[in-house]
């Protein structure tokens, strides 16, 4: 039975606001979407679930990239710690695997805050060279080593009456784990080079995806610092938290590339849906956003399908298995385009194996070998 997903995933957000403007007033744009299953027997014979419930808004702001979708009861319970917090100063300390949406969370904190009209600072501090991170977050002054040919303000000073988002900070080496330390105790810095102290009002949000208690035990990260950085802890979900959230977020993705790609995606297959909801997302949001994505981009019509090769519940391979991977994927695309350019021919002078220079009983085996169905095609 198929399931439209108009039912599973109907957007409220105009009631929401109505009804919760007192109760929930972050700035960042939340989107709450009601994932009411719906099944009916007039659509029994369909083996496709319908695209239509965020195309309007998608459309109409397919730029914004600070949207915070799902209903369940996992993000739920983050959005209402979120909705407490924001208000005020507390150093929020957000935990949870990559691709949960860490950043989206620390934006919306802002965003909810007095501070919302001033400065936003991102930090990736697993991004920036250990020789650099102090002049990146505390600035330099002319002359302070060779290449500073200027004086130059750090982030910290940037993000000051705002907010700075510490991402990734059980990356922070020893020494910049004391610079910080003194930040967020003394609310003060200098800049390298520099002997003058500098004031800061800053607000601290700082994220990992790192489990603290086996770094500080392992002498990688510092008690004290914790202490002061665990203030207000938010573990996010991981997808596989949220299995009622990907209807919906699939049918954002699939809008929002479709809008990129001038491609209208207006249903899934049901098995592609369900494989979806079956998968456990190692890599969370953002590997579910990479999978949609490549969908659209295969996508010849306006049914997404899901090839079972792009979901994996096994661990991360290492590089050469990835390369294989990758390397075999592409393969199959290449296979499949020239099946479909012949309509399944693969033998003689206008057949896919003379289309790919093969000869047609390698092309065969490869056929068999990746599982390509060569008769969909004629």
């Known amino acids: 039975?198929?399931?439209?997903?108009?039912?599973?995933?109907?957007?409220?957000?105009?009631?929401?606001?109505?009804?919760?403007?007192?109760?929930?007033p972050l700035g960042a744009k939340v989107l709450r979407l009601a994932t009411n299953r719906y099944e009916s027997p007039k659509f029994a014979t369909h083996t496709t679930v319908k695209l239509e419930n965020a195309r309007a808004r998608v459309e109409a702001d397919t730029a914004d990239s600070n949207r915070i979708i799902g209903n369940s009861p996992a993000l739920r319970a983050?959005?209402?710690?979120?909705?407490?917090?924001?208000?005020?100063?507390?150093?929020?300390?957000?935990?949870?695997?990559?691709?949960?949406?860490?950043?989206?969370?620390?934006?919306?904190?802002?965003?909810?805050?007095?501070?919302?009209?001033?400065a936003f600072v991102k930090v990736n501090c697993a991004a920036l060279p250990a020789e650099l991170i102090a002049s990146e977050l505390f600035g330099h002054e002319k002359g302070a080593f060779t290449s500073a040919m200027q004086q130059r303000i750090g982030r910290?000073?940037?993000?000051?009456?705002?907010?700075?988002f510490l991402d990734e900070i059980a990356e922070l080496s020893p020494e910049m784990q004391v610079a910080l330390l003194r930040v967020l105790q003394e609310k003060e810095f200098e800049r390298v080079g520099g002997n003058r102290t500098i004031k800061t009002d800053v607000r601290v949000i700082a994220a990992t995806n790192k489990d603290l208690s086996r770094e500080m035990s392992e002498g990688?990260?510092?008690?004290?610092?914790?202490?002061?950085?665990?203030?207000?802890?938010?573990?996010?979900?991981?997808?596989?938290?949220?299995?009622?959230?990907?209807?919906?977020?699939?049918?954002?993705?699939?809008?929002?590339?479709?809008?990129?790609t001038g491609k209208k995606i207006t249903h899934i297959e049901k098995r592609s849906l369900t494989q979806l909801q079956q998968h456990s997302w190692p890599g969370n949001v953002r590997e579910l956003q990479n999978v949609?994505?490549?969908?659209?981009?295969?996508?010849?019509?306006?049914?997404?399908?899901?090839?079972?090769?792009?979901?994996?519940?096994?661990?991360?391979?290492?590089?050469?298995?990835?390369?294989?991977?990758?390397?075999?994927?592409?393969?199959?695309?290449?296979?499949?385009?020239?099946l479909r350019e012949t309509r399944g021919k693969v033998y003689g002078p206008l057949g896919a194996a003379a289309r790919l220079g093969l000869p047609a009983t390698t092309l065969d085996s490869q056929i068999r070998a990746l599982s390509i169905n060569k008769h969909q095609y004629k």
Do not use: W
């Open 156 to 164: 910290f000073e940037s993000a000051n009456a705002g907010t700075i």
């Open 78 to 118: 983050v959005l209402e710690l979120v909705e407490k917090v924001a208000k005020f100063d507390s150093t929020v300390l957000l935990l949870g695997e990559t691709g949960t949406g860490k950043e989206l969370i620390a934006h919306a904190i802002h965003q909810g805050s007095p501070r919302r009209d001033r």
């Open 1 to 24: 039975m198929s399931t439209p997903l108009a039912r599973m995933a109907d957007i409220n957000e105009a009631s929401f606001n109505r009804s919760h403007s007192n109760e929930f």
């Open 220 to 260: 990688r990260f510092r008690l004290d610092l914790f202490y002061r950085l665990n203030v207000f802890p938010v573990q996010m979900p991981p997808l596989r938290d949220r299995v009622t959230d990907i209807p919906v977020l699939v049918d954002y993705f699939a809008t929002r590339f479709g809008a990129r």
């Open 292 to 338: 949609i994505e490549r969908c659209v981009i295969l996508a010849d019509g306006e049914v997404l399908q899901v090839d079972e090769e792009m979901l994996s519940d096994q661990p991360l391979p290492t590089a050469p298995a990835v390369i294989t991977n990758v390397l075999r994927f592409d393969r199959k695309i290449q296979i499949e385009t020239a």
